[in-house]
């Protein structure tokens, strides 16, 4: 019993060292084959390499299987770790498949080194030119060439289709919640009753969204419609706060609790005259006093609704309170000093962000969402919790996904998700959505991470600054949906 685990694991190890050596031998010989004729001495070397490492693998097992999956490589079923030391040749490699849609390579134990060889030249001159169908014409030409030893499997488009069914329920998930928000208003404004129950059971959708997979929801933040504003702002608002709960380890009742307080924040905007809430132009004095009336409006509206359910304290402490900043300096003043509640600072944090970052009719340009992420932590006159904005920067990076950038490459991309590993804020994935030569990617665009390395060492591409998309005649949600 107790040495198994040891085998395994040597065995493991043995497969990741392996593998990691196969495949540099076999980005060498793809690379040198690409710069000399096949009869050089050096994609000689590169083959001998390719040959040795195939061989050494194949002692153990009667067959390797290279399968790609996502951005991760497994051989015989061990994942290989991604060093930074081999990231550009791992990532070059799976590109250089993916773009064949090659799922599984097998790699037989009668493979030959002309095999290999006639296997990378196919890969190298398919790749010169765009072709229709890659996996049908690299199966064939390898078919031609009389190649045994290596078998392609073609990918599945499976990771795609969850991929787009998790998409598919958050945005569900999202018109829901934008639905629900929009008939509390109208309820209210015409004075009709609120079922309570359909606005928990939206929150609770919200929170199950978020619990199983935030990205996709809080990626749905940034694909507003600017005509909705005060309904998605709510829903964005419960979206961030109800993720900043998850982040500082909220158990799911206070999740829902949260999100429902989130939801109901601005409520108090149900009793705002339209005409002073849609205002293209600014607020004068007087529009800004009523404006400023919404918090305790928003309190005295939860308070009539209790009947319907338990009273909703804490709905009612946030709709008055996430405004007054953590200095008390906001509105409205309360008579005594007080502390603001946790659940108030959350929504605060969560509503100033979101309400920033949003086009609204007035404001045709939005502040980029970096800038406002520094003033909130850098100016503590906005009287932000630090340890919240610090969160909030933690949960949606610096640049948050849909942030349009430029990188030093001359290349402008689109903030398509976090880097995976958590800790690069500044490195994350994005889509290519301009290339080098000033041409637009078409939808979905070229994704890739910014914690890559360039060949030559250093990083492959880097951010330089925020820009607006809409300056390059771009619709951002185009690469999104
Ligand atoms: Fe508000
Ligand atoms: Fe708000």
Redesign the pocket.
Known sequence: MTSQPVEATGHEGHLRQGGRGLLLALYTALRSLKLYPVENATVQRALDDLEASSEALLEADPEIEIRLAGDFIFVNATRLRLELDNYASFSHILTMLRSFEVGVLRVHRAVRRQEWQAFLSILLSLAERPVAEPFEELAERLEQATVRGLLLEKAQPEAETTDERAREVAKRTYSQGVAVAKEVVTGIRLGRATSVKKVKRAVQMIVDQVLNNETSLVGLTTLRDYDEYTFTHSVNVCIFAVALGKKLGFSKVQLYDLGMTALM??I??ARIPIDVLNKTSGLDDAEWRIMQT??WY?ALTLFNLRGYDEIPYRSILVAHE??MKTDLTGYPKPIRPRALGLFSRIVAVA?GFD?ATTRRSYQTVPIEPDQVLREMWENPRRGYDPVLVKALINLIGIYPVGTCVILDTMEVAVVAAMNPDGQQLNRPMVRIVIDVDGGVVPPPGRLVSLGEQSAAGGYARSIVKVTNASRYGLTVSDYFV
């Open positions: 924040h601005d108090g905007k919404h918090p928003g996430h405004h509503d309400a």
